[in-house]
């Protein structure tokens, strides 16, 4: 069943701007969905309409069936979020400010649940400290504290590990994979590929306002996981010897270089190999460098792969 | 709550208002008290010296409700538009944005505890006051029922000056222009019969005025204008800042994107 069902949304900023171009999406119940895309795609504005925070201004969006403009009491109380800026009041006392959350939604005052919630996000010894006394990490914990003290049954993070550290990034990980074990929704956006790999079951990519895929992890990894190992040869070659064929080499800078593509999720990468066969051939290599696409070409080569689909 | 209002969200809010208030008690009994002793001071001692008496009350005595009223009003607006501009310009309007709460429940919980506060002050000014000068009250349900009336419209202006405001200044600039000067033409240390005549006649557009007037009444049973005009006058001005917020209530401006 789809806990979040987004059709046809568009969003027209006042200056003109528009941030979402017709947005499809849903979201399955208990899966956890990476948004991957660049800067400026509309990750956050997606996440804002849903949320109440942002008007949409066209396209129809439900959480558990509720319409969020009509129904938007019922689709709010399923709904947590943890926002990409951290906000938070620099004076007040973290237990209140989670506090004041809860009863934002008019909830009764539960110190069990809330001593639960701090104590998940490792936040119960600071409880009573002013948050601006708190690093950076914490506060971001902070969030996910407050957005966790309804009890919701979707979760927005909208770059939850924007800023953190190694250590804490997994932490965060953790978390969510825990929050998924209770059966929460989670949908989180990300710039990193890593990191949706590491967590998400499905992922989407947001560009320019349209969303450009949303498949399954493993198909999708076995799509972008592809590294190029680039060879400078000593001597160029006129073309590729009949020995190295099965390798799918390519020829660059004049025959100065070999190009070898290959998958960085597969368990033999074929490097070793080829390497043994380059030298059996008596090539001298001179150097070797390895490069994976950026993102933005992963997503160039998505897009154009996408029309080609179509034509 | 499913359908009705959200009453937990309103109490949400004013706990949380009023938490902050409390942290810094002190101060919001100390300001108060030593700016009202220096009004005795300057306005009592110095002036009262040479009016000693205002339509049959001791100068010093008549010009407590217009102070009370001077205070509250400055209170209601500036807690209440810094209640509702901080969460807007620290960003955790975000929290309220996507709470199941509706826009008056928001005005509600803000409105209330800077009304609160205001009311809060208004005693301790009063309280101030009779240290200074014997303070009689005629009309006790009726003086209470003007400050919380006054309390209630002048947050809700706060309110509606905070919504507006994109920055500090702009904050500033409604209570310093146009709410300060009013306040002070509105009869707060003399009586518009003191007025030259074509003064007299300005001096009923000013809105402050018929506030004043009637808290005075409620005081000393002396009035400029007449206590019904002044009940209808308040409730004129918080009925049309109910329409502001009902306006921008369903518009959601400068709230949603
Ligand atoms: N309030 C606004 N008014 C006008 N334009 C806006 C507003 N908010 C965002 N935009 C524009 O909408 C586009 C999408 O912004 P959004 O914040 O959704 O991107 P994002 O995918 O979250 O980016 P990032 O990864 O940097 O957080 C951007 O071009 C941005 O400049
Ligand atoms: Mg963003």
């Known amino acids: ?311 | 709550m499913s359908g009705g209002i959200n009453f937990g969200a309103i109490r949400a809010i004013y706990l949380f208002e009023m938490s902050r208030f409390f942290r810094t008690l002190g101060q919001s009994f100390v300001s108060p008290v030593i700016s009202t002793s220096l009004y005795f001071v300057v306005f009592g001692a110095a002036i009262g010296s040479r009016i000693d008496q205002v339509e049959g009350v001791s100068y010093g005595a008549f010009i407590v409700p217009g102070l009370v009223m001077l205070s509250v009003i400055t209170q209601a607006i500036s807690n209440a538009s810094f209640g509702i501009y901080f969460p807007k310009f620290i960003g955790t309007i975000y929290e309220l944005l996507s709470a199941p709460v509706n826009f008056l429940e928001i005005v509600a919980g803000y409105v209330g505890a800077a009304a609160t506060k205001a009311l809060f002050i208004g005693a301790v000014i009063l309280g101030t006051a009779a240290l200074f000068v014997e303070v009689q009250i005629l009309h006790p349900f009726a003086m209470l029922a003007f400050l919380v009336l006054t309390c209630v419209s002048f947050a809700l202006l706060g309110f509606i000056i905070g919504i507006w405001a994109e920055n500090f200044e702009q904050l500033q600039l409604v209570p310093l222009l146009v709410v300060t000067p009013l306040v002070f033409l509105g009869g707060s240390f003399y009586s518009i019969s003191m007025l030259p005549e074509t003064w007299q006649t300005i001096a009923l557009f000013n809105p402050v005025v018929y506030l004043i007037s009637g808290f005075r009444w409620s005081f000393f049973g002396m009035a400029d204008v007449p206590v019904g005009l002044s009940l209808l006058a308040i409730a004129g001005f918080t009925a049309l800042c109910l329409t502001v917020l009902w306006w921008i209530f369903r518009t959601g401006w400068r709230i949603r994107t």
Request: with cysteine; aromatic share 4%.
């Open chain 1, 1 to 311: 069943m789809a806990m979040v069902d987004i059709t046809g949304l568009r969003k027209v900023y006042d200056d003109g701007f528009e941030a979402l171009k017709g947005v499809d999406l849903s979201i399955h119940e208990g899966e956890i969905l990476a948004l991957l895309g660049p800067n400026g795609a509309g990750k956050t504005t997606l996440i804002s309409a849903v949320c109440g925070i942002a008007v949409p201004t066209g396209g129809t969006i439900e959480v558990g069936g509720h319409d969020v403009l009509r129904d938007y009491r019922a689709a709010r109380r399923l709904v947590g979020l943890v926002p990409q800026e951290v906000n938070l009041e620099p004076f007040e006392k973290v237990i209140r400010t989670v506090r004041f959350s809860r009863g934002l939604f008019g909830l009764p005052a539960d110190e069990a649940k809330i001593e639960a919630i701090l104590r998940k996000l490792s936040l119960w010894d600071k409880r009573d400290t002013p948050i601006r006394a708190l690093s950076g990490g914490m506060k971001r914990r902070v969030l996910i504290a407050k957005a966790l003290a309804h009890e919701p049954r979707v979760l927005f993070l909208d770059e939850p590990t924007a800023g953190v550290d190694v250590e804490l990034r997994r932490d965060m990980w953790e978390t969510v994979a825990e929050l998924k074990a209770d059966g929460v929704t989670i949908i989180l956006t990300t710039h990193y590929i890593e990191e949706a790999e590491a967590i998400a079951d499905r992922i989407g990519v947001i560009s320019a306002g349209r969303i450009l895929l949303v498949e399954d992890k493993a198909s999708l990894m076995a799509r972008l996981g592809r590294k190029t190992l680039r060879i400078d040869l000593a001597q160029p070659l006129a073309a590729i010897p009949g020995a190295l064929s099965h390798h799918g080499l390519t020829l660059a800078d004049d025959g100065a270089t070999l190009v070898y593509s290959y998958d960085t999720g597969s368990t033999r990468s074929g490097i070793a190999r080829l390497m043994a066969d380059l030298t059996a051939e008596g090539l001298a290599v001179r150097d070797v460098s390895t490069a994976q696409d950026s993102l933005e070409t992963i997503f160039v080569g998505l897009v154009n792969e996408r029309q080609e689909g179509a034509a």
